[in-house]
Nanobody, 114 residues
Framework: VQLQASGGGLVQAGGSLRLSCAASGRIFGFNPMGWYRQAPGKQRELVAGITGRGSTNYADSVKGRFTFSRDNAKNTIYLQMNSLKPEDTAVYYC?????????WGQGTQVTVSS
């Protein structure tokens, strides 16, 4: 399994970005996928994701601003990020989880200037 993330960049506070993560290899639509982020000096945290049962979860800090979506036909997940804040600045990683292993993308930098 390989995950290729894209869409990060530099944006002003209040702006928007859309992240994409294309998965290749042995991918099953019923396995969880999600977006995590890691800011300097902080632990990696879940931003948004979809469970194996199809439920979408969001971190409290992004609810109402970020939207997670998944296109199983394309094996791709997306993260639409609106009303971005400086505290959203981090490296964003996509994740694919099967019962045996966690797969991670290479990370994409999101920087929000004030």
């Amino acid at each position: 399994v390989q995950l290729q993330a894209s869409g990060g960049g530099l944006v002003q506070a209040g702006g928007s970005l859309r992240l994409s993560c294309a998965a290749s290899g042995r991918i099953f639509g019923f396995n969880p996928m999600g977006w995590y982020r890691q800011a300097p000096g902080k632990q990696r945290e879940l931003v948004a994701g979809i469970t194996g049962r199809g439920s979408t979860n969001y971190a409290d800090s992004v609810k109402g601003r970020f939207t997670f979506s998944r296109d199983n036909a394309k094996n791709t997940i997306y993260l639409q990020m609106n009303s971005l804040k400086p505290e959203d600045t981090a490296v964003y990683y996509c994740n694919y989880n099967n019962p045996y292993y966690d797969y991670w993308g290479q990370g994409t930098q999101v920087t929000v200037s004030s």
